[in-house]
């Protein structure tokens, strides 16, 4: 059974700070990884999707990587705002086409300070 | 578009009653899940639905529960009876697998209290 850590549960930094964020996952044959905002009383966004062919996806101030065999991902974020508070929801893919599952991590809570 | 509706968006209910929640997905998309979201077990796919058939409903927790999709653009997830360690955040997303069925809408979501 897939398995998603986060780390850390929760992070605060001062406005401007570059930050990273890590995922671990535990079975390495995945279909591919997606990042998630979500923000207090509302559902999901999708931020990046990585296919498991590939090693990192970028949009804007946000950088997604992925190292399969090692069970990994981080996602960078360049030059933080107040804008970019939120939790932000790892969740891998497995199975494909309409066997695709999500298996999500618990999350990072990010405070970002003016 | 409006985005994947659900509703109530707030439920407060006694141990014992029956609760049902609604979803109604995007326009189009063929896929429709339902998620729960507690603070001990994070985010949890429940039930999944192709074309209006459920494909895989390991993650329904026990027989209290059960979903329904009766057409493309209506489903409900129903609890009979409802006990407090239900209460969490209940969201349900969507999405179109003609493309990929992987990238999922979410809906606000539904906060269920089970006193």
């Known amino acids: 059974k897939q398995e998603v850590t986060q780390i850390p549960a929760a992070l605060s930094v001062p406005e401007g700070e570059n930050l990273v964020l890590n995922c671990s996952f535990t079975?390495?044959?995945?279909?591919?990884l997606q990042w998630f905002r979500q923000d207090p009383g509302k559902g999901l966004t999708s931020l990046l999707l990585?296919?498991?062919?590939?090693r990192e996806q970028t949009s804007g101030r946000l950088n997604a990587s992925l190292d399969k065999s090692s069970g990994r991902s981080t996602l960078y974020i360049a030059a933080s705002q107040p804008g970019d508070s939120a939790t932000y929801l790892c969740a891998v893919g497995d199975g494909g086409g309409s066997n695709y599952k999500l298996t999500f991590g618990k999350g990072t809570l990010l405070t970002v300070n003016p | 578009d409006a985005g994947v509706i659900q509703s109530p968006r707030h439920e407060v209910t006694e141990m014992g009653q029956e609760v049902t929640l609604r979803c109604k997905p995007i326009s189009g998309h063929d896929y429709l899940f339902w998620y729960r979201q507690t603070m001990m077990r994070g985010l949890e796919l429940l039930i999944y639905?192709?074309?209006?058939?459920?494909?895989?409903d390991s993650g329904m927790p026990e027989d209290r529960f059960s979903a329904k999709m009766p057409n493309a653009s209506f489903s409900t997830l129903k609890i009979q009876p409802s006990e407090p360690r239900d209460s969490a955040v209940y969201f349900c997303?969507?999405?179109?697998?003609?493309?990929?069925?992987?990238?999922?809408?979410f809906g606000p979501g539904t906060r269920l209290l089970v006193l």
């Open positions: 079975d390495s044959a995945i279909y591919n």
């Open positions: 997303a969507s999405s179109w697998g003609g493309r990929s069925a992987e990238t999922q809408y």
């Open positions: 990585i296919q498991s062919s590939q």
């Open positions: 639905f192709n074309n209006n058939v459920p494909i895989d």
